[in-house]
C-alpha cells in the first residue's frame, strides 16, 4: 500500500446521473463540499454516465492543489461511440444518453486505451490509483492482461498506484492473493446489512498489506436514511422485502443506542484493521457535509454492537470500533 487516501473518500458515480440526474453545477458543489470537509481522494471511472462523472471530476478538481489529492479511475470497460443511441437513455443505470457503449477489454492495449482516453475526460497528466473494475466475469484476461499492464505503468511511474474494485469478494480475493496490487475495493460485501469479505479476503489483505477500500457502505442506498423504507435501492435494484426487513431491524437496534443507520454503518465499515479507507458517494453538497459529519463523530456506543450481535444481526467475530463485539 503506498497512497494515503484519509479516512473518508468520495465516490463519484453520482456526479454520472446514477438513478437521475443532477446538472453539472451541483457536481462542482458536490466535489468543492468534499474537499471543505476534508475528503482528498476521489474515485471514478468510465463506467459512470458514460464518462459524464469523469468530466465533472476533472473539471471540479482542475483549482485544487494536484499534490495534495487521490483520485483513482478504473479499466476494463472500454467507451466506444454509439451514435445511433443518442436518443435512447442508457441502460445501466445512468440518466444519461447512450451515445456510447461499453465494451468490456481487459487486454494490455485496452487498459492503455481505457486510461489515455479517461485521462483526456479529466484533463489531468496523470491519475494516482487505476483498478481493473469488474473482473469476475473475464479473469483470465483480467489477471494475465490487465493486471500486467497496470503493474509495468506503475513500475515506469505513470501511475502511482495499481489495483481491483469488485462486487464479488472472490474475484478480488484472488487478486490479493495472487498479484501485487496496492488496493482492493469491496463494493457492498463488507457493511452492516454483510460480511462476506470477512472470511478470506480481508484476512489476506492483512497478511499482504493490500489496502482495503470499502465502497457500497449503505448497499446502494439501503443503509443511507434513518428509517429504511420501500423503494430503497440494493444491489442498484429495488431491495427485496427479506432484505429491507433486516435494514429495519438495524435501524431499530441503533435507534434504541441513540445513533443512525447511516452512523453505524460508516463506523463499522472503518473498523477493520485492513480498510484505508472508506469511500461514499453523495448526489448534492448535503449528502456530503452529512456523510463527513458522521465520519468524524465519535463512534456509536459499544453495547450497540453487542446487542446487534446478539440479535443475530451481525458477526461476533466481526472488527467493531474499540474492538471486537
Same mark, same amino acid.
Given at each position: 500500500?503506498?497512497?494515503?487516501l484519509g479516512?473518508?473518500g468520495?465516490?463519484?458515480? /453520482?456526479?454520472?446521473?446514477?438513478y437521475?440526474?443532477?446538472?453539472d453545477?451541483?457536481?462542482?458543489?458536490?466535489v468543492?463540499a468534499?474537499?471543505?470537509? *476534508? %475528503?482528498?481522494?476521489f474515485?471514478?471511472?468510465?463506467?459512470? *454516465?458514460?464518462g459524464?462523472? &469523469?468530466?465533472?471530476?476533472g473539471?471540479? $478538481?482542475r483549482?485544487?492543489?494536484?499534490?495534495?489529492? +487521490?483520485?483513482?479511475?478504473k479499466v476494463?470497460?472500454?467507451l $466506444?461511440?454509439?451514435?445511433?443511441?443518442?436518443?435512447?437513455?442508457?441502460s445501466?443505470?445512468? #440518466?444519461?444518453p447512450?451515445?456510447?457503449?461499453r465494451?468490456w477489454?481487459?487486454? @494490455?492495449d485496452?487498459?492503455?486505451?481505457?486510461?489515455d =482516453?479517461?485521462? !483526456?475526460?479529466l484533463?489531468?497528466?496523470?491519475v494516482?490509483?487505476v483498478?481493473?473494475?469488474?473482473p469476475?466475469?473475464?479473469?483470465?484476461?483480467a489477471?494475465?492482461?490487465?493486471?500486467p #499492464?497496470?503493474?509495468?505503468?506503475?513500475? /515506469?511511474?505513470?501511475v502511482?498506484? %495499481?489495483?481491483?474494485?469488485s462486487?464479488?469478494?472472490d474475484?478480488?480475493?484472488?487478486?490479493?492473493?495472487d498479484t501485487?496490487?496496492d488496493f482492493?475495493?469491496i463494493?457492498?460485501?463488507?457493511?452492516?446489512l454483510?460480511?462476506?469479505?470477512l472470511?478470506?479476503?480481508l484476512?489476506?489483505?492483512?497478511?499482504?498489506?493490500?489496502g @482495503?477500500v470499502?465502497?457500497?457502505?449503505?448497499?446502494?442506498?439501503?443503509l443511507? &436514511?434513518?428509517r429504511?423504507?420501500?423503494?430503497?435501492?440494493y444491489?442498484?435494484?429495488a431491495?427485496?422485502?427479506? +432484505?429491507?426487513d433486516?435494514?429495519?431491524?438495524l435501524?431499530a437496534?441503533?435507534?434504541?443506542?441513540?445513533? =443512525?443507520?447511516?452512523?453505524?454503518?460508516?463506523?463499522f465499515?472503518?473498523?477493520?484493521?485492513? +480498510?484505508?479507507?472508506?469511500?461514499?458517494?453523495?448526489?448534492d453538497?448535503?449528502?456530503?457535509r452529512r456523510?463527513?459529519?458522521?465520519?468524524? @463523530?465519535?463512534?456509536?456506543?459499544?453495547?450497540l454492537w !453487542?446487542?446487534?450481535v446478539a440479535?443475530?444481526?451481525?458477526?461476533?467475530?466481526?472488527?467493531?470500533? *474499540?474492538?471486537?463485539?
Open positions: 500500500m503506498t497512497l494515503a479516512r473518508l468520495l465516490g463519484c458515480a /453520482q456526479l454520472g446521473n446514477l437521475h440526474e443532477i446538472d453545477a451541483t457536481a462542482a458543489r458536490t468543492a468534499a474537499w471543505d470537509a *476534508g %475528503v482528498r481522494y474515485d471514478t471511472a468510465p463506467h459512470y *454516465g458514460l459524464l462523472s &469523469e468530466r465533472r471530476l473539471a471540479a $478538481v483549482t485544487f492543489p494536484r499534490a495534495e489529492y +487521490v483520485l483513482s479511475t476494463g470497460r472500454r $466506444v461511440p454509439d451514435p445511433g443511441g443518442a436518443g435512447r437513455r442508457d445501466e443505470g445512468f #440518466a444519461v447512450a451515445d456510447q457503449r465494451v477489454d481487459f487486454t @494490455a485496452g487498459v492503455r486505451r481505457t486510461l =482516453s479517461s485521462l !483526456a475526460r484533463g489531468l497528466d496523470w494516482d490509483l483498478l481493473v473494475h469488474d469476475e466475469d473475464h479473469m483470465p484476461a489477471l494475465d492482461e490487465a493486471y #499492464a497496470l503493474a509495468e505503468l506503475r513500475a /515506469q511511474g505513470v502511482r498506484a %495499481v489495483g481491483v474494485g462486487k464479488r469478494w474475484a478480488l480475493h484472488r487478486f490479493a492473493r501485487d496490487v482492493v475495493m463494493a457492498g460485501r463488507y457493511t452492516l454483510e460480511q462476506p469479505a472470511d478470506t479476503l484476512p489476506e489483505c492483512e497478511r499482504r498489506g493490500v @482495503a470499502i465502497a457500497g457502505v449503505f448497499n446502494s442506498g439501503l443511507a &436514511e434513518d429504511p423504507h420501500e423503494g430503497l435501492p444491489e442498484y435494484e431491495a427485496p422485502s427479506t +432484505v429491507l433486516r435494514a429495519r431491524a435501524a437496534v441503533c435507534a434504541r443506542h441513540g445513533t =443512525s443507520l447511516p452512523a453505524a454503518a460508516i463506523a465499515a472503518a473498523a477493520h484493521p485492513a +480498510v484505508a479507507c472508506v469511500v461514499v458517494g453523495a448526489q453538497p448535503d449528502q456530503v456523510n463527513a459529519a458522521l465520519a468524524d @463523530a465519535d463512534p456509536p456506543p459499544k453495547e !453487542a446487542d446487534l440479535e443475530g444481526l451481525l458477526r461476533p467475530d466481526a472488527p467493531v470500533p *474499540g474492538g471486537v463485539a
